[in-house]
């Protein structure tokens, strides 16, 4: 699934799982569809950084197992693709939201 967020100042797409993690941190239910109203954006985007702070290294969505034939028992498990934590791929919607309070913008998402 994408989620694309939508403000009056900008949108974004975003992987499923990593999107329902970062409504979750802002204190959402992580449901899509959904909205925040513009008056809730600025204490959702101080729950998104503070949930951040503990959960930012979180890899999200997990990368895939890799085959048994691609494993050996000497090497440590190294993912076939490169991990990307949840605090980097909260950075585009930190800057939506930022762009949406400064506009006084409510947020919608949507499944794309």
Request: glycine letters at 8%.
């Amino acid at each position: 699934m994408i989620v694309s967020f939508i403000t009056g100042n900008g949108h974004l797409q975003m992987h499923g799982e990593a999107a329902v993690a970062m409504l979750r941190l802002m204190g959402h239910s992580g449901t899509v569809p959904g909205a925040i109203l513009a008056a809730d954006l600025r204490p959702a985007l101080a729950a998104l950084r503070k949930g951040l702070e503990t959960s930012g290294d979180a890899i999200v969505p997990p990368p895939p197992p890799r085959p048994a034939s691609e494993q050996e028992e000497d090497e440590p498990h190294k993912p076939s693709i490169e991990a990307v934590r949840l605090r980097t791929r909260a950075v585009p919607l930190i800057d939506l939201l930022e762009r949406a309070i400064a506009g006084g913008s409510d947020l919608m998402w949507e499944r794309a």
